[in-house]
């Protein structure tokens, strides 16, 4: 039974054509990309919501979210979730030469500098909870924790994702001819960085 | 090959080798012949659309009953059958029920059942995905019903404006039913959104380029973009009404400083694209069923096609005109004001392309075909008095009156319904194997198209009269009371068109059994999804046709002579497929689907009573999902011929070949290689 691999590149080339689609794109890609697509409606509308009440109604209702910001510890895990991205596209890069030594190391690497960030957004909403600003104190609070709640819980899926592939890749269920799953994730993973840099900076950094 | 050794063929993906035993549960289900068990894990788009046609129809009676206690409760002034609690929470029932849990799936119903087989696919690009979809707005309308078990219905309107949504204004559960409910049929609309606009981009068939598809799979892709971008504002929304009301956030609360418009914007950047993704499915099937019954081309294919994505895209410019009373301001009132006159262009080039169809036409009034000419002129009133609205002014003064109310049941009703009826009965040979009666079904029509008028035109005088909506009785002496008597006559009137309808289903049911199968085209019609047997089985089509134009199984029947004269070149029997292939790969049913689809009402229930349940839910959910990234492809033992669905691909997304029958020896082998 050695050879299930070979047999299954046979068929799949057989069987299966590489872009046997209308569009060229395979279905699981496109439809990542329409998913990533109606994301940005859902980060815009809760980006919007924070813009409208960045401010609490009053000085009374506790501070406002730039009162308690620690820019300098947010660029760092900024950084840390930018260079994840460099990681991921290490990993799709390896898959697609084959060498699964170095995607299993690339995806881990991924989903320890996400895991990272997450920690670092747990520790930073601690801080800001100490600070006063709880999630009901104001309007303001409640926006910047729902915005960047919500950007949490989807670097969180996709820190599962990646684990999930690590471990598929472990149990060699990851072959080169589905080198396209590694590409998917890190497309959503992508994605989740670039909402990043467009929270920080509307949120952290433009006063 | 040479390569391969003889030997069982393993699965791709695991160490399963020799003897492939699946545990329980991680084997996909065999769907028997004939149990329910078949429909349960079913994942034909097929079944599917069925399914979520006879759901639809299920939600239909229970707004349609909601309707008929508004209308009593209106019957005469001072009315006491409604308390005015009741009465709020009946009319946003109503009016969520009709709008989410009816014409939005039965739109989703043709577009599963029908585009397929328009493009010529064997199934969605996502089978599994799709039943998911299914099953999810299934739960999802469910638990939105539940509520009235639980303590009553929500009661702030179907568009749930804030403050009043809060919990200081609504402090019973219903607006939490509705709000966790909406989220979770939210989840379905945008699986299948994303599921058919792969199916329509990559799933055609040889030949059909986006040029020649037919304008019914045109619209659902314009459909299912303005879905795609539409739900998730609506659930960033809800997502802020359920944090203000489980979780006290301060987003609609007025004392922190929380801002009503803000709901008011979201919900309608949400929900004017909503009406165009509600009437664009039946303007869809209208353009199928006119040029048939006119025995003409559709005039101005590229105008109709493209009218219906300009209205895609213009629906996204005119949400405020919802708002002109809102104290939105001059400029932006000018604006919306400009728009909303801008929109009707698109929509008046259908309405022309129709009447042009029929132009000259030798037109045969069947059932249909009066539905799509009732959805014609029907639509056309609405359509005007909507035109009505952009002049704001005038609209300051209908706001909130039954004139609105009048408006929007002639576009949703007397358009998009009466569309869906006419393709209901256009299609039903295709869905189950005969036709329905055209007795009763003339019947039907004219008996809902009095009843409709009787209902909703009086509406139009007590609007401008200026009787005010939501609100549940009304004063003798105001010239209210004639009106809402015909109005209430005519709700049902129209109760017992639909109560019609229903006795035809059953009563072509049986008759049908005496009568032959209708074959694969009854009404001479155009488009692909013809050429296949009447009910439709279920590899689709065997071979998969080339498309070579627009209405291509036409000009297999028909050719033109010189003068422009039609004439017969083949027989139906002849270009028909005659059905009864084998060997045909189709995907295999899954048990994942419904489990995780009914997990989500889990945990809203949780959310409202007792987290616990939502770590049960959770649980499912999660269990459900890994159940669904590593279950195998097939079943074992599955006939694997060389014919292959799209469920081929696993949903990491890459080709999963297919596990062959254990024992396979090597000729067979060789047949797939």
Known sequence: ?207 | MALIEPGPLALNSGGQSDDFKPLGVLSRPVAPKASWRRWLFTVDHKKIGIMYGTAAMFFFVIGGSEALLIRAQLWAPRGTLLSAELYNQMFTMHGTTMVFLVVMPIGAAFANFLMPLQIGARDVAFPRINAFSFWCFLGGGLFLQSSWLFGGGADGGWFMYAPNSGVLFSPGHGIDFWNLGLIIAGIASLTGAINLIVTVLNLRCPGMSLMRMPIFTWMTLVTQFLLLFAIPVLTAAQFLLMFDRLFRANFFNVANGGNPLLWEHLFWVFGHPEVYLMILPAFGLVSEMLPVFSRKPIFGYPFIVFSGVAIGFMGWGVWAHHMFVSGIGPISVTTFSLTTMFIAVPTGVKILNWTATMWGGKLKFTTPMLFSIGLVTMFTIGGLSGVTHSVAPADTQQTDTYYIVAHFHYVLFGGAFLGFMGGLYFYWPKLFGHMLNESLGKAHFWLMLLGFNLTFGPMHILGLQGMSRRIYTYDAGYGFEIWNKVATIGAFLLASSVALFLFNVFYSRVKAKHLPNPGPDPWDARTIEWMIPSPVPEYNFEPVPTVTRVDDFWYRKYAETPDHRLVRVHATDEVAQPGGATNVHLPSPSYWPIVAAFSLPFIAYGLIYSLWLCLVGGIALVTALYGWALEPPDHPGGDHGDHHGPDDESSEGHAVPVEAPVGIDEKEVETVG
């Not at chain 1, 520790?123 to 009901?136: L, N, P, Q």
């Not at chain 1, 396209?180 to 959503?188: C, H, Q, S």
């Open chain 1, 1 to 207: 039974m050695a050879d299930v691999s070979i047999r299954e590149a046979i068929h799949d080339e057989l069987a299966h054509p590489v872009a046997d689609t209308n569009t060229g794109i395979s279905n699981t890609k496109l439809a990542m990309w329409l998913f990533l697509a109606s994301e940005c409606l859902l980060f815009g509308g809760l980006i919007t919501t924070y813009l409208l009440y960045k401010t609490p109604l009053t000085a009374e209702q506790g501070p406002a979210p730039k009162q308690v910001y620690d820019i300098p510890f947010t660029s760092v895990s900024s950084f840390v979730l930018l260079m994840s991205s460099l990681t991921m596209v290490l990993a799709v890069a390896a898959i697609e030469r084959g060498d699964h030594h170095r995607v299993r190391t690339w995806l881990a690497a991924t989903a320890l500098l996400g895991a990272t960030f997450v920690a670092g957004q747990v520790y930073e909403f601690t801080v800001f909870k100490g600070e006063g600003m709880g999630y009901t104190t104001s309007r303001s609070s409640s926006a910047f924790y729902t915005l960047t709640g919500f950007h949490g819980v989807h670097v969180t899926v996709g820190i599962i994702m990646l684990v999930s592939v690590l471990l598929l890749s472990l149990r060699g269920k990851i072959p080169v001819s589905r080198a396209e799953t590694v590409e998917t994730v890190g497309l959503y993973w992508h994605f989740v960085d670039v909402v990043w840099i467009v929270i920080f900076a509307v949120v952290y950094l433009i006063p």
